[in-house]
């Protein structure tokens, strides 16, 4: 994932992010099948949900906030299907811009 969004992965030991843009935006991955942990609040921007055992690589991209506003511990895929859509490999990179830029975030000096 990593290379389809040009992101580098945390320098030294356990961070609270996945990866991160070269603008600073962090991102959490999460992956499942069927329901996904959304855990507390983590200093992220971004979360990209990965679809397990879909017969094409899916994934789903959300706010931290969008996320913090549905005020659930886990969720089914199907609902974070519904509510944020589903994009394909391709498709990535653009999503989490778009995403990214709906959320506003500015360049905030260098946290690797």
């Not at 992220?44 to 094409?56: C, E, G, S």
């Amino acid at each position: 994932m990593s290379r389809l969004l040009g992101a580098s992965f945390p320098r030294l030991g356990i961070s609270p992010w996945d990866l991160i843009l070269d603008d600073d935006t962090r991102i959490e991955v999460k992956s499942a099948q069927r329901r996904f942990t959304l855990g507390g609040s983590k200093d992220v921007d971004v979360r990209v949900f990965v679809h397990k055992k879909t017969p094409a690589l899916r994934f789903s991209v959300a706010t931290s906030a969008q996320i913090a506003k549905l005020g659930q511990r886990t969720i089914a895929a199907r609902s974070i299907e519904e509510r944020f859509g589903t994009v394909g490999a391709a498709e990535l990179a653009s999503t989490v811009a778009s995403v990214r830029r709906r959320r506003g975030r500015g360049s905030r000096g260098r946290r690797r």
